[in-house]
C-alpha cells in the first residue's frame, strides 16, 4: 500500500539552528503534501499545504519565513524550520493525499524535534 | 465551517470488555467522517470512514463506527479491547471544498488495562 517516509525522527539541536525535515511518497505521486504540528496530547494542527511546483499555501497564524516549504518533485516536501528556537520544538508530521479513494491521507511517522 | 468533537479525553476499559470513544460533528451538506489512531512517536494509522452507504461501517483492526446523522455522531466501538489498543485516537471530518484535507477532534485517550 502506499507508504510516506518522513525523516529524520528525531532532531535534537541547538537554539538558532536550520532543521530540514523530508517527507517521501514512496509508491505514489503526490502533487500535494500536508504539514502538521503536534503539541504534546493534543490534536493535530495543520501548518501548511505544500504544492509541487508552486508556493505552499499557510494556514493563519503560521510564520512562512519560519516555516519554509519546498515540494520540488512529485515524491518529496521538505519543511524547514530556520533559526529554530524552543517554542519550536514539537511533534512535526506530513502527509500526502491518498490516489486511490481508499482514505483521504496517509501519514509519516512524524519528526520529533527537540531544539536546546 | 466543519467540526468535529470528541468529548472525552481519556477512556479506561478493562481488556475484553466494549470500548466505545465518542464524536460529533457538524458539516453543511454530508459528512465524510474518519477514524484515525496514533501510536506514541508515530504517524496517523487510517481505521475507518463513512462516506456514504451503511451507517455501520467496519475497520482495521476489529474497530467498527455507527453513524449516526439524527444525532450528528460517529462513535468508535470495539466489542473487546485489547491492551495494545491503547492509543490516542482522532476522529476527522472532510473539510468541504478542501479536496483531502481534514480537520480533526481533540483526541481521545484510549487506555486498556488487564
Known amino acids: 500500500g502506499a507508504v510516506v517516509s518522513q525523516h529524520p525522527s528525531w532532531v535534537i539541536c541547538k537554539s538558532g539552528t536550520s532543521v530540514k525535515i523530508e517527507c517521501r511518497s514512496l509508491?505514489?505521486?503526490?502533487?500535494?503534501m500536508f504539514w502538521y504540528r503536534q503539541f504534546p496530547k493534543q490534536s493535530l494542527m495543520l501548518m501548511a499545504t505544500?504544492?509541487?511546483?508552486?508556493?505552499?499555501?499557510?494556514e493563519q497564524g503560521v510564520e512562512k519565513d519560519k516555516f519554509l516549504i519546498n515540494h520540488a518533485s512529485l515524491t518529496l516536501s521538505t519543511l524547514t524550520v530556520t533559526s529554530a528556537h524552543p517554542e519550536d520544538s514539537s511533534f512535526y508530521i506530513c502527509?500526502?493525499?491518498?490516489?486511490?479513494?481508499?482514505?483521504?491521507?496517509?501519514f509519516g511517522d512524524g519528526t520529533r524535534l527537540s531544539i536546546l | 465551517a466543519q467540526s468535529v468533537a470528541q468529548p472525552e479525553d481519556q477512556v479506561n476499559v478493562a481488556e475484553g470488555n466494549p470500548l466505545t470513544v465518542k464524536c460529533t460533528y457538524s458539516?453543511?451538506?454530508?459528512?465524510?467522517l474518519f477514524w484515525y489512531v496514533q501510536y506514541p512517536n508515530r504517524g496517523l494509522q487510517f481505521l475507518l470512514k463513512?462516506?456514504?452507504?451503511?451507517?455501520l461501517v467496519k475497520g482495521s483492526y476489529g474497530f467498527e463506527a455507527e453513524f449516526n446523522k439524527s444525532q450528528t455522531s460517529f462513535h468508535l466501538k470495539k466489542p473487546s479491547a485489547l491492551v495494545s489498543d491503547s492509543a490516542l485516537y482522532f476522529c476527522?471530518?472532510?473539510?468541504?471544498?478542501?479536496?483531502?484535507?481534514?480537520?480533526f477532534g481533540t483526541g481521545t485517550q484510549l487506555k486498556v488495562e488487564l
Open positions: 502527509s500526502a493525499p491518498d490516489t486511490t479513494g481508499s482514505q483521504p491521507q496517509h
Open positions: 509508491d505514489f505521486q503526490a502533487t500535494t
Open positions: 505544500s504544492n509541487e511546483g508552486s508556493k505552499a499555501t499557510y
Open positions: 458539516v453543511s451538506g454530508n459528512p465524510y
Open positions: 463513512y462516506i456514504t452507504g451503511d451507517n
Open positions: 476527522a471530518v472532510r473539510v468541504t471544498g478542501g479536496g483531502n484535507k481534514l480537520t
